[in-house]
């Protein structure tokens, strides 16, 4: 597509709940990248999706975050038993490939948690 | 762990007048990125820079690199009020893990 798609745009559920957030990263795009972005804060690197290689992990806060690409594509990041902690803007970003230089940004999915 | 820094956090300008925003980081790295931010809305690409004195310049910004002193600019020229937005600078880790500053809100006023 011509840009980053995520989607929902918004969601609210319930403490306690799983979500699921997708991104549609942009077409010939080998690297996927997740960001979390908290009211007023800067940006925090979660996950990152490079071609067929293993996925760096290392930003995910906690066992309940999970994400999977698949067909290096469309990618998806799942949260289990949400808390209210867990509220906040979550960024994908996708890039030609690593090392490639800037990020292009989807538009975010805003995750409240009641 | 690379920190990076933004100063200051909070700017309002005045039309008309030129103002600076700093971006400091803590480790080596000659890759930094600037980044605008309209309210409600996703990041959007200024620029990139790749080496130590890069400088680039687009309409009323223009952005500095001096990797030497692990440090960033990016300077406003005659602020008009369609600059309002925040601004962010992130710099690589390792090649793709990009770490960013907190942001820079930036409100232009008449």
């Known amino acids: ?114 | 762990e690379l920190k990076v820094e933004q100063n200051p956090l909070f700017l309002s300008m005045q039309e008309g007048k030129n103002y600076t925003i700093y971006c400091n980081y803590s480790t080596t790295s000659d890759r930094l990125y600037w980044y605008r931010q309209d309210p409600g809305k996703s990041l959007e690409s200024l620029f990139v820079l790749l080496s130590n004195g890069a400088v680039k310049q687009e309409g009323r910004l223009m952005a500095s690199l001096d990797t030497k002193a692990r440090l960033s600019t990016l300077h406003i020229t005659a602020a008009v009020h369609d600059l309002s937005a925040t601004y962010f600078c992130a710099v690589d880790l390792n090649d793709y893990k990009l770490s960013f500053g907190a942001g820079t809100t930036v409100t232009v006023r008449a």
């Open chain 1, 1 to 114: 597509g011509a840009g980053v798609s995520q989607s929902p745009s918004n969601k609210v559920t319930e403490k306690g709940k799983d979500v699921e957030l997708r991104c549609d990263p942009i077409s010939g795009h080998t690297a996927l990248y997740w960001y979390r972005q908290s009211l007023g804060q800067g940006l925090e690197f979660l996950i990152y999706f490079q071609g067929n290689s293993a996925p760096d992990k290392s930003g995910l806060p906690s066992d309940r975050f999970s994400a999977e690409r698949t067909g290096g594509s469309v990618s998806t990041l799942t949260i289990q038993r949400t808390q209210q902690e867990d509220s906040a803007v979550y960024l994908c970003a996708s890039s030609l490939g690593a090392g490639a230089g800037e990020l292009f940004f989807g538009e975010g999915s805003r995750l409240t948690v009641l």
